[in-house]
């Protein structure tokens, strides 16, 4: 079992920055990917951004890239997402996801979750 804690959220104007952090412990070696998701009010959660840990790799969701960026610190065993000309639309719960197999679902371990609110 992976435990995650986010932090980093708050309440920002658009065209601002915040970076997230989301600590691991636990399991951490059992990992597969850790990545971020989000969820606006009303909507469904949706897929922000992963980085393999194996060898860093990044993905990101196509309405993030170029502003946002994930990257890691194995030593902290922390994964954080860079986020850069905020929009309103970026308004969410951002929640930190691990996995230890390719893909998310049933194995998937979750983070309570850290708001962002982007003022227009």
């Known amino acids: 079992q992976v435990h995650l804690v986010e932090s980093g959220g708050g309440l920002v104007q658009a065209g601002g920055s915040l970076r997230l952090s989301c600590a691991a412990s636990?399991?951490?070696?059992?990992?597969?990917?850790m990545g971020w998701f989000r969820q606006a009010p009303g909507k469904e959660r949706e897929f922000v951004a992963a980085?393999?840990?194996?060898?860093?790799?990044?993905y990101h969701a196509d309405s993030v890239k170029g502003r946002f960026t994930i990257s890691r610190d194995n030593a902290k065993n922390t994964v954080y997402l860079q986020m850069n000309s905020l929009k309103p639309e970026d308004t969410a719960v951002y929640c930190c996801a691990a996995d230890p197999y390719p893909g998310w679902g049933p194995t998937t371990n979750w983070g309570q979750g850290t708001q962002v609110t982007v003022s227009s």
């Open positions: 980085i393999r840990w194996s060898d860093g790799r990044p």
């Open positions: 636990g399991r951490t070696f059992s990992y597969y990917a």
